[in-house]
């Protein structure tokens, strides 16, 4: 039965509502929204002067309203301790989304906690402790004293390495500018710790450390350079999907300015068909390449745009290094780097090679080139907008497969200018600030391997649920039980006990190979179920929050609503363990060390904000000036403050100096990586020896929200279970109907979705909802990882046996194809 | 017959670039929605009931354009030839929904190969055999289908909708 509210009116925001920015806190785009509240003993009315959308109500509104609002744009929740209406609606007057509203965006206020309505009751209300057999609800103050006492047994001034932390590095959701810096500074300025990693990766890391090394930040232009460009380049990206309305409100204006558009990927996707609808068949290429080909691809294509010669040569000249190696190839650099002529040397590879390779015709490779770089008639340079994401991130070889993308961006000139751009699509939002890194080191240490094998004794997890999203996850799961475990028995044992005699126990389960695991969440995770201290944090809009989304443009998300119970922002929550490491190190007479742990007398987010970014970015940026700045914010970096208005950035490297990887010379570099096949370890043995690619990745309607969608009827009504696409004539040979339910399984582990026919799918090639609650693709993806252990989630192989019929959940649903046909 | 002018204008536009919009530019047949008076604070609004059609009106996999709860709520009835989710008359087969897109408004197409209403706005696709369940898009709400009833005479009446009509806070304005 396809969900439906039986909503048949919604209150009417009155035209004195209160009126706050929101900027849409689930994906890079981050779409302006405005949140509106008033009281719930009041309403507005149907005439224009009775409501905050000045128009008559009372009237059927157009297409592209600004006054209307849908169910889900509406809830009930708390503001300051009362009841309140809330509508989150799309800000028709930010640039990023001018009023459109995304599956997910348009759900934010659905998705908020509401005890009337009765959503998301999910949220972690109060601090909880593993106490007789279960998590019981309890204070912050015997929550972080319990952390600070087993965590200061573990640590020491000259060796953390027995503290693990897995913690966001992002921004948008519950991370920001504030929740980064409180964490930084926990971690990285109070403490050291080595071992640590990131929401959605198995290291401490950047995911695209080669376009760094080459000078280039991953986020170079404008989102408007969609609009101004000659070609739209995709690789490895579904924008239509999984960035949605940067798809529809700057890429679709583009194609209809005539932009032609290539996409490389293995699978046909909702982008590649609305591409074709909106600017002819004629001027969309697919390039359908063999799954982890991107090298050899990018490759063959600067091969021939240099041989062509359709390069830029002034801007090699001026902008990138003149010379032949300017850094070597080493553990950790997997490419040396230097100039265009040794690059081009070392990535060589024919049209002939290139088109074997990836199973795609030389005669497409050309017709890519020539899009990509072909001079115009008059001899002007063709703009070129190219945009990559985690089909190559989480691919193979990534150091040199997005090193070999940017190579051909360099070479033609197209980063710094309009209309051009080499950049990452992102998944969240950026906000990033804390002190340095450095320590952790590079390659960053493996940590779930780490912790399979035993090592580390107390883990903090700040937001990351490795149960759902990591790689090898059927092993990481069944390990991290049992050492948990250990200490959840040892607790259990000694129910009653003094605190001190609870934390002797703890330590001697830990020393006995247990795990004591902390976890701050917004919900009880996956991995929260192995928990033994788990801390509520606040989401967006529970909290003030600053972000930037994938052209660097940061917004202030304003609080509109209470977070739930006692539950805190992570800044705070931070702050809180270091105020109880320094109370408990000192009680131990461990001054020098405690003395480590100063500084965190925040009274809010706000004085995170301005410890952090504020102190280190210039002092120019304060919420009262972001506030002004409303929703379409200021482009980072942020350069000053003058006639009232922050002044920001619009493009990065317009002077042609590239600075992001510290070069004094300020000259970019090439990327000298020839092709090498599948480099993770294991990769090419299963591949050989199961029968179906299981590529994974998202879908529109859950993409970023999952972990809040799961007690969203609208999103579990659709997908109960994760979907795995797969050719008709291939289920039909293991007598598969939709909504069959399949067991996939391979060397390494085994996981379950819902059959989903996808006649585009090509035979023995599957597509897998990634990050399911219900069926963890991680579960098959091995431990390989690339250099600087980079996940390759992508080039996973397996085979497939049917489990059930359709259960009943799925009889219903709707299983036809994504594509818009018109009529 | 009065329809909603920026509705169809939407829907011109759409079509000149390529995206064609039958439902919505097909002349209304079978409106007769009575003005209803809301009874005073009831916790539902009043829906008319309307006569939309009689099954005879009906062709297999052919949309009827009609509107409900007035005329400036364009809609479509269906006869899709197998019982069907909210499906009524003698094969359980006759649906109704707004061709109304709950995203941000514009003109649905019905595409008889898959029985899908399809919006040239931006993708969204949603399935008549299932209820109107958005098959992919980027609406946050399943296509509002109507409550339809057939009486001993054939004669097909609408008696409410399933989810809120874009472009009113009420669905009887």
Do not use: K
């Given at each position: 039965m396809a969900y439906k509210r039986n909503v048949d009116r919604l209150p009417i925001i009155p035209a004195d509502a209160k009126q706050h920015n929101v900027t849409c806190h689930y994906c890079i785009v981050g779409c302006g929204y405005k949140a509106y509240t008033w009281p719930v003993n009041k309403q507005g009315g149907t005439a224009p002067d009775q409501n905050a959308m000045g128009v008559d109500l009372s009237k059927q509104q157009p297409a592209d309203s600004d006054a209307w609002y849908s169910p889900s744009m509406y809830n009930v929740v708390k503001q300051d301790g009362r009841d309140v209406n809330l509508v989150i609606k799309p800000d028709k007057d930010c640039v990023v989304n001018s009023g459109l509203g995304s599956v997910r965006g348009a759900r934010i206020a659905e998705n908020r906690r509401s005890d009337k309505t009765g959503t998301q009751q999910q949220r972690l209300e109060e601090p909880m402790i593993w106490r007789y057999g279960t998590w019981q609800p309890t204070s912050w103050a015997d929550a972080l004293d319990l952390v600070a006492r087993v965590t200061a047994r573990v640590i020491d001034k000259d060796n953390e390495n027995d503290l693990f932390v897995s913690m966001f590095d992002h921004g948008g959701s519950a991370g920001g500018y504030e929740n980064t810096w409180g964490t930084g500074k926990l971690y990285f300025g109070s403490m050291k710790v080595k071992h640590c990693r990131i929401h959605n990766r198995p290291a401490y890391n950047s995911e695209v450390h080669s376009t760094r090394d080459m000078g280039v930040d991953e986020l170079n232009y404008n989102y408007e350079d969609y609009e101004l460009t000659d070609t739209i380049f995709l690789i490895g990206a579904n924008p239509l999907e999984t960035q949605t309305n940067l798809f529809l409100n700057h890429m679709i204006p583009g194609i209809r300015n005539g932009a032609k558009v290539i996409v490389v990927d293995p699978r046909h996707t909702v982008t590649i068909n609305a591409a074709n609808i909106e600017a002819g068949k004629d001027n969309v290429l697919h390039?359908?390449?063999?799954?982890?080909s991107d090298l050899a691809l990018f490759n063959t294509l600067f091969t021939y745009i240099a041989d062509q010669g359709w390069v830029d040569k002034e801007f090699i000249a001026n902008s990138t290094f003149q010379g032949d190696v300017a850094q070597a190839l080493d553990e950790g650099h997997p490419a040396a780097l230097g100039g265009f002529d040794m690059a081009r040397a070392e990535c060589k590879m024919s049209l002939t090679d290139g088109a074997k390779i990836c199973g795609v015709s030389e005669e497409d490779i050309k017709k890519a080139a020539e899009w990509i770089a072909k001079p115009k008639d008059d001899g002007s340079r063709r703009k070129c907008v190219t945009a990559y994401e985690k089909g190559i991130i989480w691919g193979n070889d990534n150091y040199r497969t997005i090193g070999a993308l940017v190579n051909i961006g360099l070479a033609t000139g197209n980063i710094g200018r309009e209309g051009g751009g080499v950049c990452r699509l992102g998944g969240h939002q950026e906000g990033y600030m804390r002190p340095s890194d450095a320590h952790v080191g590079r390659p960053a240490p493996y940590i779930d391997q780490l912790l399979i094998a035993g090592q580390g004794k107390v883990h903090h997890i700040w937001a990351n649920d490795h149960y759902k999203t990591t790689l090898n996850a059927s092993a990481f799961k069944r390990e991290y039980n049992r050492r948990t475990n250990m200490v959840k028995e040892a607790m259990d044992a000694r129910a009653g006990a003094t605190r001190e005699e609870l934390v002797e126990a703890i330590v001697a389960a830990i020393e006995a190979g247990g795990l004591f695991s902390v976890n701050v969440d917004i919900i009880h995770s996956q991995i929260g179920q192995a928990a033994h201290v788990i801390l509520p944090a606040v989401e967006s809009g529970e909290m003030n929050l600053t972000s930037m989304n994938g052209e660097r443009r940061m917004r202030l998300v304003e609080k509109y609503m209470d977070g739930p119970g006692s539950a805190q922002p992570d800044c705070m929550i931070a702050a809180g363990i270091a105020q109880n490491l320094e109370r408990v190190l000192r009680e131990q007479g461990r001054n020098e060390y405690a003395d480590q742990f100063k500084g965190y007398d925040w009274k809010s987010e706000e004085d995170a904000f301005m410890d952090g970014y504020h102190a280190n970015t210039g002092k120019i940026v304060t919420y009262d000036r972001l506030r002004d700045m409303g929703n379409n914010g200021v482009q980072e970096p942020v350069v000053d403050f003058k006639d009232g208005k922050l002044v920001g950035t619009k493009r990065l490297y317009e002077d042609g100096k590239f600075t992001r990887h510290g070069r004094e010379d300020k000259k970019a570099l090439f990327c000298a990586g020839a092709w090498r096949g599948l480099q993770a370890p294991g990769k090419a043995a299963q591949r050989d020896n199961y029968r179906f690619l299981v590529n994974n990745g998202r879908s529109n309607i859950n993409w970023q929200n999952w972990f809040l969608d799961k007690n969203n009827d609208f999103v579990a009504d659709r997908f109960p279970y994760p979907f795995i696409q797969i050719n008709p004539s291939d289920m039909a040979e293991f007598g598969l109907n939709p909504g069959d339910l399949v067991e996939i399984y391979n060397d390494v582990g085994a996981t379950q979705a819902m059959v989903y026919p996808e006649p585009t799918a090509r035979k023995n090639e599957t597509f897998m909802l990634f990050g399911a609650p219900s069926g963890t693709q991680g579960n098959i993806v091995n431990a390989g990882v690339n250099e600087l252990i980079l996940p390759n989630y992508k080039q996973t192989w397996a085979n497939i046996r049917k489990i059930s019929d359709a259960p009943a959940s799925v009889r219903g649903l709707s299983f036809k194809s994504f594509d818009y046909v018109a009529s | 017959m009065k329809r909603c002018d920026k509705l169809v204008e939407v829907g011109r536009r759409q079509f000149l670039r390529g995206?064609?919009?039958a439902a919505a530019s097909l002349p209304v047949v079978g409106f007769a929605a009575q003005e209803a008076k809301a009874a005073t604070n009831g916790a539902l609004v009043d829906y008319p009931t309307a006569r939309l059609a009689n099954v005879k009106d009906l062709k297999p996999n052919e949309p009827l354009p009609i509107a409900y709860p007035d005329a400036d709520a364009p809609g479509v009835l269906l006869k899709l030839g197998k019982a069907v989710e909210g499906g009524v008359g003698p094969e359980g087969d006759i649906v109704g929904f707004t061709t109304v897109c709950p995203h941000k408004g514009f003109p649905l197409a019905y595409n008889a190969e898959s029985k899908t209403m399809n919006c040239p706005g931006h993708y969204s696709v949603f399935d008549c055999e299932a209820g109107g369940q958005q098959t992919w898009g980027q609406a946050t709400q399943n296509l509002p289908q109507y409550m339809l009833r057939v009486d001993d005479k054939g004669d097909i009446y609408a008696e409410g909708v399933d989810e809120l009509l874009y472009g009113r806070l009420s669905n009887v304005l």
């Open positions: 390039l359908q390449i063999n799954s982890g | 995206g064609i919009v």
